[in-house]
């Protein structure tokens, strides 16, 4: 995935400037900064959820697989199975477990017959690291699962549709520090089949879980290099000055 000089507007504040910003094959990109920043504006402008906001405005290109997303003939419900979100608070549907992962791939046509759904739902969850946890129980409600559980139900749901890259906001924020660890271990796996780009606050998930990390400030992507040498030898003041506690 590939944005060159992204620019946010909110009505009349811009609130990203002139970003650019690749998200690769088989890396975690995350990124970084103060509150406030653009982290999550920027995040939502590579599956369109921006659109949702009324006053909301992109420029810029943003392209996947050559095409750009925010083109003419773009229907956006395929875009957002192509491009995955996983949000800060475990949202499953108020439906069966089997039913929150069937029902992407069932309305994006990926399986016809119950076979193929079961298949489907089957490997998805496997691939969540929750399988074994729920096999035995996946006529019972999503949401009657643990907060650690539910977020790998919401990962499950989000691979079933075949996505090639997934955006993920603050996913552990509301959870404990295992189910945090799962997560984590879970996003490392991922890696190998998808393209993911994270949202943290947290310096130190940054440092376990990305390749690259992208440091914002204000708006602006100040420098996006190798998580590890972001963390030890930044080239800008500003990102060590966050690195080190001393802004943020
Ligand atoms: P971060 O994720 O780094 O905390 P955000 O992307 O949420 O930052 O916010 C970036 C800027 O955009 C902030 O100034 C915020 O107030 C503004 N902003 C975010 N969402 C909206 C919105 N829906 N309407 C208006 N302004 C917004």
Not at 16 to 29: A, H, M
Not at 101 to 114: F, M, S
Not at 192 to 217: G, K
């Amino acid at each position: 995935m590939i944005c060159r000089s992204v620019d946010v507007y909110y009505g009349e504040d811009q609130a990203i400037f002139n970003v650019s910003l690749d998200i690769g094959r088989n890396e975690v990109v995350s990124m970084i900064g103060p509150s406030g920043c653009g982290k999550s504006t920027f995040l939502r402008c590579l599956n369109r959820m921006n659109d949702t906001i009324e006053i909301c405005r992109v420029t810029g290109e943003i392209a996947l697989d050559g095409e750009n997303i925010y083109g003419r003939n773009i229907d956006v419900v395929p875009l957002r199975a192509q491009v995955g979100m996983v949000f800060q608070k475990p949202n499953p549907f108020p439906k069966t477990i089997y039913e929150n992962v069937a029902y992407g791939p069932r309305i994006h046509g990926l399986a016809q017959t119950r076979k193929e759904t079961d298949e489907l739902v089957e490997t998805s969850l496997i691939k969540a690291g929750l399988w074994d946890e729920v096999k035995d129980r996946l006529d019972q409600p999503g949401t009657g699962l643990s907060g650690g559980q539910q977020q790998r139900l919401c990962i499950a749901r989000t691979i079933a549709v075949s996505p090639e890259v997934i955006l993920m906001d603050e996913p552990c924020s509301a959870l404990d520090p295992i189910a945090t660890a799962k997560i984590e271990d879970l996003i490392d796996e991922l890696r190998e089949q998808y393209s993911i780009a994270i949202v943290t606050h947290s310096m130190q998930q940054a440092a376990r879980v990305s390749q690259r990390t992208a440091y914002f400030h204000l708006g602006y992507l100040v420098e996006v290099g190798p998580t590890t040498e972001i963390f030890t030898k930044p080239r800008h003041k500003l990102t060590e000055d966050y690195i080190t506690g001393r802004f943020g």
